[in-house]
């Protein structure tokens, strides 16, 4: 079964940082799309960045130049680093891995507030 688990949210000031850490059971990072999304109340999820099998990368135009997204294949671990975090940053963030079908994680809360 395949699946991913977030870790690494929590409480930061506005203008830190966090790093998230996805680490995927069941299958291999470099096999699937992997991407980050993010949800807040009352709104959809949505994509904060993406890697594809090849290393290419995609992000939301609010996070670009801010946030980077990563891949260690030995660890089996993806990453998003989160630099100059604004409160509209806070949300749920959540992993997820596709090929044949679309895999979550459990979603870790990021809170961005002084």
């Known amino acids: 079964q395949v699946q991913p688990v977030e870790s690494g949210g929590g409480l930061v000031q506005p203008g830190g940082s966090l790093r998230l850490s996805c680490a995927l059971s069941?299958?291999?990072?470099?096999?699937?799309?992997m991407g980050w999304y993010r949800q807040t109340p009352g709104k959809e999820r949505e994509l904060v960045a993406d890697?594809?099998?090849?290393?290419?990368?995609n992000y939301a135009d609010s996070v670009k130049g801010r946030f980077a997204i990563s891949r260690d294949n030995a660890k089996n671990m993806v990453f998003l680093q989160m630099n100059s975090l604004k409160p509209e940053d806070t949300a749920v963030y959540y992993c997820?891995?596709?090929?044949?079908?679309?895999?979550w994680g459990q979603g870790t809360q990021v809170t961005v507030s002084s």
């Open positions: 997820r891995a596709n090929r044949d079908r679309v895999y």
């Open positions: 069941g299958g291999g990072v470099s096999m699937y799309v």
């Open positions: 890697i594809s099998r090849g290393g290419s990368t």
